[in-house]
């Protein structure tokens, strides 16, 4: 609970909107309710004083367990992944220039991001998927090594690290649905709409954000910038990965 109250307080914060007073008057309930067996004094405090209730916390209803809601569960992994990635990918040009290192851009100058999307995946991704789901569907487990054989040397520079990922998912517990499912449960570009307040304030000097959506094959793969429908003439490398779920995205200095 402590994790997703942090989460809510930061995006709320980062968006420049406020929390919406019922949801944290439900949070302080659930956890004085949780609370009551170990700390009742505390818990008797903030049920009668802070949240004036007319009897007793040890009278009240233990809470139970609401359902999870798919949707809205794979809607939060996306916004945090994507504002990890975006925030961390900055931070690493910082770092870059700090150290006298070639940056592709300043961070401490005005920029703009690009965020990719796509509705598909890369052919080579989607070879992947297929190969990781048919080693599961006839052996139960992923071999790394089988599927290096099996896998064309030029190929393999590209494919492997992505396959390795997906072996990763697995093993740390997430269903074949939620790792090799193509299928989104949501609206990213509505999403990642949604998400363009916070990034303006999370990012200091980024001053737009732009979204481009990638579609085609692998050898012409093309983007279309949502606002105007623009058909750009060429994708740069972060464009290349975009994945349904994964956006790849890049920056760029404005013009003074």
């Not at 019922?22 to 170990?38: F, T």
Request: hydrophobic share 40%; charged share 25%.
């Amino acid at each position: 609970m402590t994790t997703a109250r942090d989460f809510y307080r930061e995006a709320t914060k980062s968006a420049g909107v406020g929390m919406h007073q019922n949801l944290i008057r439900r949070y302080a309930e659930r956890q004085a309710l949780l609370l009551a067996p170990i700390a009742p004094h505390w818990a008797e405090y903030i049920w009668l004083e802070v949240l004036e209730k007319q009897e007793t916390v040890h009278s009240a209803q233990f809470p139970n367990a609401a359902p999870v809601n798919p949707q809205m569960a794979a809607i939060q992994k996306y916004i945090r992944s994507t504002m990890s990635s975006v925030t961390s990918a900055e931070g690493a040009q910082n770092k870059r220039l700090a150290k006298g290192k070639g940056a592709l851009f300043d961070p401490k100058k005005d920029y703009k991001l690009t965020i990719f999307y796509a509705d598909s995946l890369p052919a080579w991704q989607d070879g992947c998927v297929k190969m990781v789901r048919g080693m599961l569907e006839d052996l139960g487990v992923v071999d790394i090594k089988t599927i290096s054989k099996k896998m064309d040397k030029a190929a393999a520079k590209q494919a492997m690290p992505f396959v390795q990922h997906l072996k990763k998912q697995l093993d740390a517990g997430l269903s074949r649905e939620e790792v090799l499912g193509t299928e989104l449960l949501f609206d990213e570009l509505a999403v990642l709409r949604e998400m363009v307040p916070g990034l303006l304030q999370t990012l200091s000097r980024c001053k737009v954000v732009e979204m481009v959506r990638v579609s085609g094959d692998d050898e012409r793969r093309t983007g279309t910038l949502i606002d105007s429908g623009v058909v750009l003439p060429e994708l740069p490398l972060a464009a290349a990965g975009a994945a349904p779920g994964n956006p790849g995205f890049s920056f760029g200095n404005l013009a003074n």
